[in-house]
């Protein structure tokens, strides 16, 4: 049965919606100007997806992420001081400054890290699960990547192994119809990612990623499924980057039509939900101003913070490549 | 085989370098084709193959999907069966999704097969760090590579280079590695217009000396030479030698300078445990130790990822200042 989400989940969502929205904001202006080192890759457009999984786990529950990760810390529970430390490579970032923007990660929240290999993830969070049923545990974990991940060997043999072992496993798979630059037409025969569940053993489910309400409801049936030991899920949600895929603007790249960019802005997922939240009566929009605007000030304070921050010092270069004691 | 065209030296970024490289080879070669991730339209990264899908059509400019094991696989089988593809690895790190495919069937078939296939398969990659871009896309692995009895191991370090150095490995009927830098995509270099080869396992003297030699694998090269011009008015004349092959690997050239220098360091980015220098070293101990003035000095990075933050990758990366401390400790 989907579970129809609460007046506070909505609240919560739309909150996680906003705190990813102008965090992404803010670290695309910031490596514009130069302040962000290396590359970054933003979740702005796909916020939903993030928000609406993220609404069923808990810290208990752990997630895998992509190189585009920072959302999904953000939507569970990463505070925006140590996660902008750490893209401006700051000693008090989340990594000390060690992974940066692509390796950007909270075990405390059950965050297993962005991640640079694409396909990285489905493994590990299948490692993860494995471990929450093998100490009976009722956690699941939750394995984000993107279409052009679906065609790594590393998601396929993770699917098999999680319908094997009918472990309590998601995989949501953020179909926003292009790996880097080439469109979902030139590197998959399927349209629908979903379709590769069934040579799995497993469920495969589509959902409107630009919908949070929608994800919200199939990331919760899949996930009592998961807690219940009914086994792994392949939930794709079809969305859209809105910036470029590195940065905002990119490399100018003519591979997407300024036509198609708006069609999919017109579906703008924050503002969608927004318009839905004052239609049903949940929020005001003095009640969503304020949201920004509590959001806002406290972005300021945080890139204040990591601006601040020094850099790690050299002396720590070789410490934690190995644990050598402590915890 | 075609020689270099009659024509005005042109300079050319060793980004442009590339493409040229294999346009030379598209052009020659029917069955050859570049296939690799966002290799097409989109020209890969830092547009290093820009043009070429334009000029040669998605037919034999071929993007693929990310699926690095079926990248290596495809010009495997394709190269064994009559095709002389070059096949794209986009960034070095990503070898470790097709390490299999490249360690168990590409450096083994032709010897399994008791020498009745042929392997002529290029594989371009860019590999070090410098930009920022932490542990997962700034390795030098090129040690996991020369340790493959099977394949050919080059590291083109200037635009003439990565040019001559990609059209042999694709006329090379053997799996040819050419593990390119992201720092020196830029650099600009005079390249003749047309086909040409730079000879595989020949090493490149890029500056003469007579007191010190410093043999460098990749883009070291450039921060070897900065450190020996330092030396100069101290009048120690240092020779610096860019591998450029590291399988097979240029032991004359190396060995002819140590018997005249009696000195040496070997400097490459890669984390230093276990990296080629070792084999350099042992090397020339084993043929030049009599001539030695000095233990042979190594340098190459820390046994640590790369680490992101700037601060880090600075003091982990080797470079000129390292490299000229090191030189004074040896001649203390
Ligand atoms: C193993 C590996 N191959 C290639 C890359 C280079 N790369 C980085 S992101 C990307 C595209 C990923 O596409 P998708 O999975 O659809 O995620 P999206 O960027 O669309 O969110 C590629 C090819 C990489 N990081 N890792
Ligand atoms: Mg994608």
Known sequence: MAKRPTKKNLKAMHLNMVRIRRFEETAGRMAENGKIPGALHLYVGEEAIAAGVMQHLSDEDQITSTHRGHGHLVAKGGEFKPMFAELFGRSTGYCGGKGGSMHVSNMKVGMLGANGIVGGGPPIAVGAAFSNKYRKTKNVAVAFFGDGASNEGSFHEAANMAALYKLPCLFVCENNGYGEYTPQANHQAVVDVADRASGYGMPGVIVDGMDVMAVYEAAGEAIDRARNGEGPTLLECKTYRFYDHVGVRGMGLTYRTDEELALWQARDPVSAFEKNLIDLKVMTQDEIDSVYAEVNAALDEAVDFAEQSPYPDPSVLLDDVYWVGGD | ?332
């Open chain 2, 1 to 332: 085989m075609s020689e270099a065209r009659e024509s005005e030296p042109r300079s050319l970024s060793y980004l442009a370098a590339i493409s040229e490289g294999v346009r030379e080879v598209l052009l020659e070669q029917d069955n050859a084709f570049l296939a690799g991730e966002d290799v097409g339209q989109a020209g890969s990264v830092f547009g290093i193959y820009a043009g070429l899908f334009d000029e040669f059509g998605a037919d034999r400019v071929i993007d693929t999907p990310i699926s690095e094991k079926g990248i290596i696989g495809l010009g495997v089988g394709a190269s064994a069966t009559g095709c002389r593809p070059i096949v794209d690895i986009m960034f070095m790190d990503f070898m470790g999704e097709c390490m299999d495919e490249i360690t168990n069937q590409m450096a083994k078939m032709r010897f399994m097969f008791g020498g009745s296939v042929a392997l002529p398969v290029t594989v371009t990659t860019m590999s070090g760090g410098g930009r920022n871009l932490a542990a997962q896309h700034s390795q030098s692995l090129e040690a996991w590579l020369a340790h493959l009895p099977g394949i050919k191991v080059v590291m083109p370090t200037n635009a003439y280079d990565v040019k001559g150095l990609i059209i042999a490995a694709s006329r090379d009927n053997n799996p040819v590695f050419v593990v390119m830098n992201k720092m020196i995509v830029a650099m600009q270099a005079e390249v003749p217009e047309g086909a040409y080869e730079v000879e595989i396992g020949k090493a490149s003297v890029v500056r003469q000396g007579t007191d010190f030699t410093i043999v460098t694998l990749g883009r070291m090269v450039y921060e070897a030479l900065d450190a020996a011009d330092q030396f100069k008015e101290q009048g120690l004349d240092i020779e610096v030698i860019d591998a450029r092959s590291i399988q097979p690997f240029d032991t004359e050239t190396v060995i002819n300078s140590i018997k005249k220098t009696h000195r040496a360091m070997v400097v490459h980015e890669a984390v230093q445990f276990g990296g080629f220098g070792g084999e350099i070293v042992a090397q020339i101990q084993d043929l030049a130790f009599d001539y030695l003035d000095a233990p042979v000095a190594r340098i190459g990075a820390p046994f640590s990822p790369v680490p992101f933050s700037p601060s880090l990758e600075d003091a982990y990366i080797p470079n000129a200042a390292r490299i000229v401390e090191k030189v004074k400790e040896m001649l203390a």
